[in-house]
Nanobody, 120 residues
Framework: QVQLVESGGGLVQPGGSLRLSCAAS????????MGWYRQAPGDQRELVAT???????NYADSVKGRFTISIDNAKNTVYLQMNDLKPEDTAVYFC??????????????WGKGTLVTVFS
């Protein structure tokens, strides 16, 4: 089985920065897409950023210019560098990955989430 483990969440002041990490572990052939989603209380889960094995990126309009997604393929780890954080960025951030298993089956995995709170 495959596991996704997030880290890096915490409490920051507006204008501050955080770097989230998500490492995929287990037995698999390859990773198609890794990305980050977030969900604020009372809201739906929304896409923040995705990366196709580090070759291409996609960002929500609300985070363009402030957030940067990157993938270290050797480590099977995706990062989200978040700069100039705003209170509206407060949410639980979830790591997501579409992974091809050793059986050639594609499976979608989610991390448990890491809380980012932007507050002063």
């Amino acid at each position: 089985q495959v596991q996704l483990v997030e880290s890096g969440g915490g409490l920051v002041q507006p204008g501050g920065s955080l770097r989230l990490s998500c490492a995929a572990s287990g037995s698999f052939r390859s990773i198609n897409v890794m990305g980050w989603y977030r969900q604020a209380p009372g809201d739906q889960r929304e896409l923040v950023a995705t990366s196709t094995s580090g070759a291409s990126t996609n960002y929500a309009d609300s985070v363009k210019g402030r957030f940067t997604i990157s993938i270290d393929n050797a480590k099977n780890t995706v990062y989200l560098q978040m700069n100039d954080l705003k209170p509206e960025d407060t949410a639980v951030y979830f790591c997501n990955a579409n992974i091809r298993l050793r059986t050639f089956r594609w499976e979608d995995y989610w991390g448990k989430g890491t809380l980012v709170t932007v507050f002063s």
